[in-house]
């Protein structure tokens, strides 16, 4: 952690730039946000600069401390060519799957790199299920993928009640994305953590079911 790759200053720096000219340049913003009904209209691009625009300073602190803290194991794993693939993709992701599932509402609208940052903490969740994270309100650390599970639960439920003002849709697209990369940059997690696998699988498989059932 305290030699931080060149590629995740990168991606940091944008992603504080582009935030910081969104906060003081409302033209800017509403141009480049993530708006249904704008990207329906040929503004493909929204896809993926919204993901580089935060609402405030806290959201834009919050994606980029947890980027801080994961995008080094990707890194590890996969070198940093395939890091910024799979955030890139990750982000697309989370932008796809907020299309699909709001596609009947021209205004809905959203910002920020959750989706992609999202993407890389289940990718190392995925390649190193085992290490142990603590969140609030928990004094155990708790092995990664049980988070992670939870975590994509928890998605689908706000999905699902529209739960506060966060774009829970890209959270889970970006899992998505995560997931299904990491599994291609890395097939042989199929055969040597084929349970992990399977189990990190089940929220996304229930997202499409309940999707295809029209309960989301």
Do not use: C
Not at 77 to 106: C, D, N, Q, T
């Amino acid at each position: 952690m305290n030699n931080i790759h060149i590629a995740t200053i990168v991606i940091m720096a944008a992603n504080v730039l582009a935030s910081l000219k969104g906060f003081n340049d409302t033209s800017f913003f509403e141009r480049y946000k993530f708006g249904v009904g704008a990207i329906q209209a040929g503004q493909k691009d929204r896809m993926v600069t919204s993901g580089f625009l935060h609402v405030d300073l806290s959201h834009l602190f919050f994606n980029m401390f947890t980027l801080y803290f994961f995008a080094d194991v990707v890194i590890s794993w996969f070198g940093p060519s395939k890091f910024v693939m799979l955030y890139f993709i990750s982000l697309v992701a989370g932008s796809l799957l907020a299309l699909y599932f709001h596609k009947r509402e021209p205004y809905y609208s959203a910002v920020g790199a959750s989706g992609a940052v999202t993407g890389i903490l289940y990718a190392a969740i995925l390649l190193e299920p085992q290490m142990r994270l603590g969140i609030m309100f928990i004094p155990i650390p708790l092995p990664a993928y049980v988070l992670g599970i939870i975590y994509l639960f928890y998605s689908i439920y706000g999905m699902k009640t529209r739960l506060g003002n966060i774009g829970h849709t890209a959270h889970f697209g970006g899992a998505i994305g995560g997931y299904l990369v990491t599994i291609f940059f890395k097939p042989d997690l199929l055969y040597t953590d084929t349970l992990m696998v399977l189990l990190l699988a089940l929220p996304i498989l229930l997202l499409f079911v309940l999707g295809k059932l029209g309960k989301i």
